[in-house]
């Protein structure tokens, strides 16, 4: 049922469920408890994958999140195809589908491992020696046929369809790891009564525990504490446990970035739970209890499957009760091997041998698998395998005296369990900026001097000795606690590194050394010898500890053989750094609720939903959305546009201004200020009159714009562009917080507090008057440029008159939430009269056509006021304001600037591209200097004709001349001509 | 003759939380002054309002429906009923000749109250600050982030947040505690 490979007690599984699922297409059944790995090999199916480059048939290494092979896709629906997974990772599910990766047709029979029997042509660095010419097949040829034949699964197509959340947390320790170690630090600060987050990356808590046959802790077998301490964990209010959670990234301040995996195990989720959270924890402490990975050997052929580590091997009887293999090779250069022999055998499985490279075995375990009859090589090793599909014989040999191999003897088997010994998973303490040192000792990296308040502990540290790894621990959570006592626990050896016999000379073998990305010893060897000394070279030439993994497996056997290789010490080759993240992590996470719609704030005027019900088209301005034109049924774009510019000009026309930035300036030296801030004056500017004002910055030139109105002796309300009010507030508060702290004015934002309704033309006093309450609304009594207070359709307004239509023109300005209710009472007024609604689109015709610039078009940040023509506004009495002495300098009065002028294209149906480069020739020679550039170019309807405004090197002194717009069907004559199209009087301002 | 016209909140009709553990909701219409100047407005203003700007970074005094959060060494929020009569002319003849800055924002943002033993762990989901009460005990306000948007947030108790956030922003508000809500259940 859940497999012939199945033992028939034991392990952490739940034997009354079965589940069903398929790899492949195949259907296989399982256990709850299962993960994907366990359960195929329960079913003896070791074959899961085929490697990266050399398609070389692969299955499970590890049992563990370090698993370079058995990477799988799962296939949850549509949308949900999830690759490159760690089979040893995923958790069955009742209807789970997984397939493998990087094999076609299927996975037995694989096309590309013809790349297997080619490789003797394929070494390290073989793409940049061969790959070179000709000019652009690179990229268009090879890197795509690379890339085919290589790679590891396929990025999902549909968009995804679940929903990530965001977890921000705070604590004072965190601890990542929830093997004893990590579980012995959590429990002390729990007790402490600090808020601990447990972090672990497996579904249960537990660690090595959750596979130890033998260990008591506080006189309760391994798993049995494991249990109590969870549970105590559990009910403590101060305490967040996070199982199948990956603290994937450690940053600055005790900053970790962990990914919660939360339905992927589920056969069918709550639709409302997230599939993933991220959780974003900063803690005052935090405590690495991260482990070791388990090292394989270097020899040839040491990747097919059912070839694996010893401890994996271990695990799967133990935790999951299953049968890795039925006859076993051990293969270990430290005491483990025996552990795992002990336990195989116990689990049913016949040991085949166990060798082992070292002299002697005459201490505890190899006493214990000696009494339990296991046959013991010592003094051997293992050379090679033999194999396809599955491995079927060890090629075992004894060393000589002078430590060569001698002929090996070919042991059948079908499961190479392989033990090099254990590396601390320093990737952590490494992210974490914390400097690795290395102990010559046990031919290990370990934590030197932690950068940030933390501490690593247990055998991530180096510490494999269980009693002293409590004691650390428990210190580490809280100083002076009681720590547990264990009994029985293993002590290993260091074990070896890099390739456990010379490799020999026939070049197809291969031993491997990063099994995910299929670099061999060969290759490393390789990399030395073409001139790479600093194992940053080799890194990059070979590729070692580049795949997804991070060379958790592999990087000290890779550092050990170039060490070697190069007849140095592992110290000196030195250790590439650790990046994160630590395993691959969803991209969905990151975004969490920042997608689609949600990607960013929509920022809607209170007006917004009356233009959307008369079909707007919109545009984006920052954050805003802003009508473009608004659409009668049937019309294209510019119908649209010709008619809210037509209608405007000859009745009135309404607009949503509301999105304007708008400042409030209070204070008895508010004018003073303002001063400062603009090239205009305000001093003299009467309480109800308003400004048209232009903002400079330090050096000179023009970047903001707007209107002031007083409102009072000490009150100003002042607009600026949409897009720069953020900007503009947050300079006039650097100014005032760092140049003028002294200066009696001060500011509030009330973008949001006023919508504004813009009605210009020559209706617009009609449509507004009868709505006015409290304001002579009169030419004599409330001029152009002018602002009143009072009230309209009962609510405060700060009327303006104000216009960047060139008609007469009011801004109503009303508390927010009345936006719309007034919208409303004005379109009733209007739209009897003939009046529209109008875009930005017509906003920026009628402008150009009275020769108003807009920061942006006409100026692009290298614009002085004299420039654009307004020279005479800046008030050069003021004894200083922002930019003034830039406006001095020499280059910023130079003839030849180039000046605001309007341009008319000799063929009045031509209009010119925003952006054409100006000349003056209709024939210039290629590499001729631009005189200028077209800034705004519309069709006018009022004209009937093109009209462009441009920026022309001495454009005020060549009025009247023809010069040429250049676009892509060539040169174009044009007059230039004052930039002002319409009433050039002003006489339609002041009805 | 006018027609009437009716005050009109950006949070009607937007759906807002409501679970066993915690529920949002928009907070009433109120009188919103910006009020910015030296601690030495801060005796008259307590005499004229009732509360005492605080001087304490982070800190709010409320009495009533009447509130004062310091928003920064020279600026403060007041908060009071919707109708509290002409507020500003009061104040800015209490004030006299004392400088000072005061605006009326009553439109330029609203509030929203969450509310119930899962508060704080709701605005966790945007919020990047430590939201345990003893970081960030009752009477705390500030200025901070809730995922892209910024906000005010003032803890009025254990269990009862209220946040202040512009207009425009209030319906990406509203989304976001709806989905974190969603999300955990």
């Known amino acids: ?991 | 003759m006018t027609p009437e016209v009716v005050r009109r909140s950006v949070l009607d009709g937007r759906p807002l939380p409501a679970t066993g553990r915690v529920k949002a909701y928009p907070l009433p219409f109120a009188t919103r002054l910006n009020l910015r100047g030296s601690p030495d407005v801060v005796e008259p203003v307590r005499k004229a309002f009732g509360v005492a700007p605080p001087t304490q970074p982070m800190g709010s005094a409320s009495a009533g429906e009447r509130a004062a959060l310091w928003l920064g060494p020279d600026e403060w929020l007041l908060l009071a009923e919707e109708n509290a009569g002409d507020l500003m002319g009061t104040l800015t003849s209490a004030l006299g000749g004392v400088f000072h800055s005061l605006v009326d924002i009553s439109h330029r943002q609203v509030g929203i109250a969450i509310e119930g033993p899962g508060a704080a762990r709701l605005l966790a989901a945007g919020c990047p600050l430590d939201l345990d009460a003893r970081a960030f005990p009752v009477g705390m306000s500030t200025r901070t982030l809730l995922v892209k948007a910024e906000i005010g947030l003032w803890r009025r108790e254990e269990n009862f947040f209220r946040i202040e956030v512009l207009r425009s922003f209030a319906p990406y508000v509203a989304r976001i505690l709806d989905l974190a809500a969603r999300d955990q259940g």
Request: charged letters at 20%; glycine letters at 10%.
């Open chain 1, 1 to 991: 049922m859940a497999g012939a490979m199945r033992t028939g007690s034991g392990g952490r599984l739940d034997r009354t469920r079965v589940i069903n699922f398929s790899f492949d297409g195949k259907r296989f059944q399982g256990l709850a408890g299962d993960t994907l790995a366990s359960a195929l090999i329960a079913h003896g199916v070791h074959l899961m994958g085929r490697s990266f480059k050399y398609h070389r048939p692969r299955g499970p290494l590890s049992m563990g999140s370090d698993e370079p092979n058995a990477l799988v896709t799962v296939d949850a629906g549509k949308g949900r195809l999830t690759p490159n997974l760690r089979a040893t990772q995923v958790e069955i599910y009742e209807g789970l589908r997984a397939r493998s990766q990087n094999a076609w047709p299927s996975l037995k029979h694989d096309a590309m491992a013809l790349n297997g029997v080619f490789s003797a042509f394929l070494p390290a660095g073989f793409y940049y020696k061969t790959f070179i010419g000709p000019k652009g097949a690179w990229e268009h040829i090879y890197e795509p046929a690379i890339r085919r034949a290589a790679g590891l699964g396929v990025a999902p197509t549909e968009p995804d369809p679940d929903h990530y959340a965001y977890e921000h947390r705070h604590c004072e320790v965190a601890v990542v790891g929830a093997g004893p170690t990590g579980r012995a630090a959590a429990r002390a600060a729990a007790r402490a009564g600090e808020r601990v987050i447990l972090f672990d990356e497996q579904v249960e808590f537990g660690g090595s525990a959750l596979a130890d046959s033998h260990t008591t802790i506080e006189g309760k077998p391994a798993t049995e504490w494991a249990a109590l301490v969870v549970a105590e964990l559990s009910a403590a209010p101060n305490v967040t446990l996070l199982p199948r959670t990956q603290v994937f990234g450690y940053y600055a301040q005790n900053f970790l970035a962990a990914e919660q995996r939360v339905t992927d195990h589920i056969a069918y989720p709550d639709p409302k739970l997230p599939r993933a959270r991220f959780w974003q924890v900063r803690a005052k402490r935090v405590i690495v209890a991260a482990g070791a990975h388990e090292r394989p050997l270097v020899f040839p052929d040491n990747d097919r499957p059912g070839i694996m580590l010893a401890d994996s091997a271990r695990t799967l009887a133990v935790r999951y009760g299953v049968k890795p293999g039925s006859r076993i090779v051990v293969a270990t250069s430290h005491e483990g091997g025996y552990r795992a022999a002990l336990d195989l055998a116990d689990a049913g499985c016949e040991i085949v041998a166990i060798v082992d490279s070292r002299a002697e075995a005459s201490w505890g375990l190899a006493t214990a698998a000696r009494a339990r009859g296991l046959p013991i090589e010592t003094n051997a090793v293992i050379l090679g395998s033999r194999g396809g599909l599955r491995v079927t014989h060890a090629l075992v040999a004894r060393k000589w005296s002078d430590g060569n191999p001698g002929q090996p003897d070919a042991l059948p088997c079908d499961l190479i369990a392989m033990t090099g010994g254990w590396t601390p998973s320093v990737n952590l303490f490494s992210q974490s900026r914390g400097k690795l040192k290395f102990d010559p000792a046990t031919q290990t990296f370990l934590p030197g001097e932690p950068a940030q308040t933390m501490v690593c502990v247990g055998a991530c540290a180096g510490v494999f000795d269980l009693g002293q790894a409590l004691a650390d621990a428990t210190r580490a959570g809280a100083e002076g606690a009681q720590a547990p006592q264990a009994d029985g626990a293993d002590a290993f050896g260091p074990g070896t590194l890099g390739l456990v016999a010379p490799l020999p000379e026939e070049k197809l073998t291969k031993a491997f050394v990063d099994f995910q990305n299929d670099v061999t010893a060969r290759d490393i060897k390789l990399a030395t010898r073409e001139g790479m000394a600093s194992i940053e070279h080799i890194k990059r030439y070979t590729t070692t500890g580049m795949a997804t993994d991070q060379g958790k497996t592999s990087n000290m056997n890779a550092l050990a053989i170039a060490a070697d290789a190069l007849g140095r010490e592992i110290a000196q080759v030195g250790l590439t750094t650790f990046r994160l993240p630590y395993t691959p992590v969803t991209f969905g996470i990151f975004g969490g609720p920042s997608k689609r719609e949600m990607l960013d704030p929509v920022r809607e005027t209170p007006i917004h939903p009356w233009y959307v019900a008369r079909g707007a088209v919109w545009e984006e301005a920052g954050l805003w959305k802003r009508a473009t034109r608004i659409p009668l049924a049937g019309e294209t774009p510019e119908q649209t546009v010709t008619r809210e510019c037509l209608t405007t000009r000859a009745k009135a026309g309404i607009m949503d201004a509301s999105t304007l930035g708008k400042i409030e300036v209070v204070g008895a030296q508010a004018a003073e200020f303002l001063n400062r801030l603009y090239i205009n004056s305000f001093a003299k500017l009467g309480v109800g009159r308003c400004r048209y004002g232009l903002m400079l910055n330090e050096t000179g030139f023009i970047y903001d714009d707007g209107v002031v109105m007083r409102m009072a002796d000490d009150r100003f309300h002042l607009t600026t562009t949409t897009s720069g009010a953020a900007h503009v507030f947050a300079v006039m508060e650097d100014y005032l917080q760092t140049e003028w702290p002294n200066l009696k004015a001060r500011f509030t934002s009330i973008t949001e507090q006023w919508a504004t309704i813009a009605v210009n033309g020559p209706l617009a006093r009609d449509i507004l008057a009868p709505l006015v309450e409290g304001i002579d609304m009169s030419n004599a009594a409330f001029a152009h440029m002018s602002v009143r207070e009072g009230k309209i359709c009962g609510v405060p307004t700060r009327l303006a008159r104000v216009s960047f239509t060139g008609e007469m023109g009011f801004e109503v300005n009303v508390p927010t939430d009345y936006g719309l209710a007034v919208q409303d009472a004005i379109w009733r007024q209007a739209e009897p009269r003939g009046a529209c609604a109008y875009g930005l689109d017509t906003l920026l015709r009628l402008r150009a056509e009275k020769g108003f610039i807009v920061v942006g078009l006409e100026t692009d940040g290298t614009v002085t006021p004299d420039d654009v023509g307004m020279g005479k506004m800046i008030a050069m009495s003021k004894p200083d304001f922002v930019g003034k002495r830039s406006l001095a300098l020499a280059d910023l009065k130079r003839p030849g600037r180039k000046q605001f002028v309007g341009l008319l294209a000799e063929n009045a149906q031509h209009r010119p591209d925003e952006g054409e480069q100006i000349v003056g020739a209709e024939k210039t020679p290629p590499g001729t200097k631009a005189l200028g550039h077209v800034t705004s170019s519309y069709m006018s309807a009022t004209l009937g004709r093109s009209f462009c405004l441009a920026m022309l090197a001495d454009g005020r002194a060549r009025l009247g001349q023809t010069v040429y717009t250049v676009g892509l069907e060539g040169a174009h004559p044009a007059k230039v001509v004052e930039p002002m199209f319409y009433d050039k009087e002003g006489l339609r301002l002041d009805a």
